[in-house]
């Protein structure tokens, strides 16, 4: 007995011909053949997106913020904890403390590390901080092998 595309015999899906057990043996009847589809186990297409993680259903986003004061670091993590890359000018609180910047930094850092994030500096004024789903690309520059010249006299 050949099996249809729709799981039908072939002799099933014809009406007048009646359905015979099968030759191979004997003793053991066909299953009758329910009309009705079978349910899924798989969940409908309208939940599939409810199942997927918040992450993968937002946007990323690239913003550019200043950092104006020490507070700005809290409105800088939530922005990362939401998945966007934050480009941070430390230009405005760096005209006020160099301290205040330098403890910001250590903060982002730490911070980056926490959730498995990224930081680097970008230039003398700016830093890039990145959720845990991307990744800064840094170039290694290969150490050279040729002696640098130096102030000092050298030995003859």
Do not use: H
């Amino acid at each position: 007995m050949k099996f249809s595309l729709f799981g039908k015999s072939k002799q099933q899906a014809n009406p007048e011909q009646p359905a015979v057990p099968s030759q191979e043996n004997p003793k053991q009847e066909e299953a009758p053949v329910s009309e009705e589809p079978k349910q899924e186990a798989a969940a409908p297409k309208e939940n599939l997106q409810e199942n997927k993680p918040v992450e993968a259903l937002e946007k990323t986003y690239l913003k550019a913020m200043p950092l104006k004061e020490l507070g700005d670091v809290e409105k800088v993590e939530d922005e990362v904890k939401n998945g966007n890359i934050i480009i941070l000018r430390v230009t405005p609180l760096a005209s006020k403390s160099i301290d205040d910047v330098q403890n910001a930094v250590n903060e982002l850092t730490k911070f980056a590390e926490s959730i498995g994030g990224d930081i680097a500096r970008l230039g003398e004024e700016r830093v890039v901080i990145c959720p845990k789903n991307v990744r800064i690309w840094r170039e290694k520059t290969p150490a050279s092998t040729q002696t640098l010249p130096t102030a000092a006299p050298t030995a003859a």
